[in-house]
């Protein structure tokens, strides 16, 4: 079985940088992560490491947390 080999570093600050935008919309709207990972079909566990940036996400599920928010989908991903 192949090992995964880690993210570079960079590419590591970028995902904790979507996480905090994202999180930021999120207080924004008012909303818990219960809330949003409810409205996306995702468990809060799950949806705390996107946010932390602990997880490597698919795009789909950026697209639907940026939907469950109500925020374009470039606002979370903006440089």
Same mark, same amino acid.
């Given at each position: ?11 590591? #600050?970028? *995902?904790?940088? +979507?996480?905090? *935008? +994202? *999180? /930021? ?6 909303? #818990? $992560?219960? $809330?949003?990972?409810?409205? &996306?079909?995702?468990?809060?566990? #799950?949806?705390? *490491? ?8 698919? !795009?789909?599920?950026? &697209?639907? !947390? /940026?939907?469950? &928010? ?10």
């Amino acid at each position: 079985m192949p090992r995964s080999v880690p993210p570079p570093d960079w590419v590591l #600050t970028r *995902r904790r940088a +979507i996480g905090d *935008r +994202i *999180r /930021a919309e999120r207080l924004a709207a008012k909303l #818990t $992560q219960q $809330q949003v990972a409810e409205r &996306i079909d995702m468990d809060r566990a #799950t949806y705390n *490491r996107v946010e932390q940036g602990h997880s490597a996400f698919l !795009i789909d599920s950026l &697209i639907l !947390i /940026a939907g469950a &928010i109500g925020v374009p989908l470039a606002d979370l991903v903006r440089e």
